[in-house]
C-alpha cells in the first residue's frame, strides 16, 4: 500500500514536471513572439498572421481564433505594439524564472510562483472581461492546474525535507 502511495507521488512528480515543461516553452515563445511584435512592421505582422490563418480560415470562415488574430494584426497601432511585445517579454521571462527555480526544486519559488501565477491568472480574467477570448480562458485554466500541482509539490517537498 506505501509503494502505491510513493508510486502516485512520482506520477504527480512526473506530471508537475512535464507542466514546468511546456508552460516553459511556451514562456520561451512569449519572449520570442514579444522580440518579433517589437521589431516586426504592422504590415509583415498582418502577413505573417494571414499566412498563419490562411488555410484555416479557407475551411471554416468563421473560425473563431483565426479572426480573432487577423483582427488583432489589423487593428494593432504603435501603442499597442509596444505594449504587446513589453507584456509578451516580461511576461515570459518573469515565468521562465520561476519555472527554472521550481524545476530546481528551491522551496522559496513555490509560493511565490503561486502567487505570481494567481496574479496572471486574475489579469487574463480581467482582459477576458473586454475580449471575451476563450483562449484566455483556456490559459487560466492551465495555470489553476499549474498552481494546484505547485502546491502540491511544494507541501510533498517541505514534508520529505522537513519531516
Not at 522580440?35 to 498572421?49: F, T
Amino acid at each position: 500500500m506505501r509503494s502505491g502511495k510513493l508510486l502516485d507521488e512520482k506520477n504527480i512528480h512526473l506530471v508537475f514536471e512535464i507542466s514546468l515543461i511546456f508552460k516553459g516553452l511556451f514562456a520561451l515563445l512569449e519572449v520570442i513572439g514579444g522580440i518579433a511584435v517589437y521589431w516586426a512592421s504592422q504590415h509583415a505582422l498582418l502577413d505573417l498572421i494571414q499566412s498563419i490563418t490562411q488555410s484555416e480560415l479557407a475551411e471554416d470562415p468563421r473560425d473563431l481564433i483565426a479572426n480573432y488574430l487577423l483582427h488583432l494584426a489589423q487593428n494593432l497601432s504603435i501603442g499597442a505594439r509596444h505594449f504587446t511585445a513589453l507584456f509578451l517579454v516580461s511576461h515570459g521571462v518573469i515565468k521562465l524564472w520561476l519555472i527554472v527555480g521550481l524545476l530546481r526544486e528551491k522551496l522559496w519559488y513555490y509560493p511565490i510562483a503561486i502567487g505570481v501565477f494567481g496574479f496572471f491568472i486574475a489579469y487574463q480574467l480581467y482582459r477576458y472581461s473586454f475580449t471575451n477570448s476563450a483562449w484566455l480562458l483556456f490559459l487560466s485554466a492551465v495555470d489553476v492546474a499549474v498552481i494546484a500541482l505547485t502546491w502540491h509539490e511544494y507541501r510533498y517537498l517541505r514534508r520529505v525535507k522537513f519531516g
